[in-house]
């Protein structure tokens, strides 16, 4: 067995990393988990959405002026309202499921990038990082923001790779579900246009 544990000590270790991530993440969710008046505003839209009462076709408000933001977090959401019984707080649980699978995305992607070291490093500050975990307990719209920022890069990479018209388009995709979740995300623009012209 010890052989075995020091042959696969990187997932021995990830494993351990994972559930540290899962319970700081989900330990007394249902307690402390934040609901004003954003959150209230949400449920009850989301709520709309999952009873096919109402289909909205604009999403959050936005801090610069009569700005919205687009739909998808509304309905990207929506079905952990579903599976919660359309309690509030299951969509606080559907945002800490998507931090716990960003963290392991993004330990696959450093490994592949750089190596097992980095890797372990990288998921142990993400696992422990306050803010990650703050953002992590409640339902908000940016919250998801990393994942999907980081499945659009890991997207238009393999497109080119691949040389793949699908995964562009689906790049494509990705970038529009990030910046309808914050429009901080229209700064992942730049770099893309530049990754397009060095190749």
Not at 67 to 93: D, E, H, K, M, T
Not at 100 to 107: A, D, H, P
């Amino acid at each position: 067995i010890l052989k075995l544990l020091k042959k696969h000590i990187n997932i021995v270790l990830l494993v351990f990393i994972v559930l540290f991530a899962i319970f700081l993440r989900f330990y007394k969710l249902e307690q402390f988990a934040t609901f004003l008046a954003d959150q209230g505003r949400d449920a009850i839209i989301i709520k709309r959405i999952a009873t096919f009462e109402h289909f909205t076709a604009i999403g959050p408000p936005t801090s610069v002026g009569h700005v919205f933001s687009g739909p998808f977090y509304y309905y990207f959401i929506a079905p952990w309202f579903w599976i919660f019984n359309f309690q509030p707080v299951g969509l606080a649980f559907g945002i800490a499921f998507f931090s716990i699978l960003f963290i392991l995305v993004n330990y696959f992607v450093i490994k592949n990038i750089f190596n097992d070291k980095v890797a372990l490093i990288s998921t142990v500050l993400l696992t422990f990082s306050s803010t990650m975990i703050d953002f992590s307990r409640f339902s908000w719209n940016p919250n998801p923001l990393p994942f999907f920022a980081l499945l659009s890069y890991i997207v238009l990479v393999k497109s080119f790779e691949k040389k793949d018209y699908f995964l562009f388009a689906l790049f494509g995709g990705l970038l529009a579900f990030s910046i309808q979740l914050h429009y901080l995300a229209l700064f992942l623009i730049p770099p893309s246009i530049i990754f397009f012209l060095a190749k």
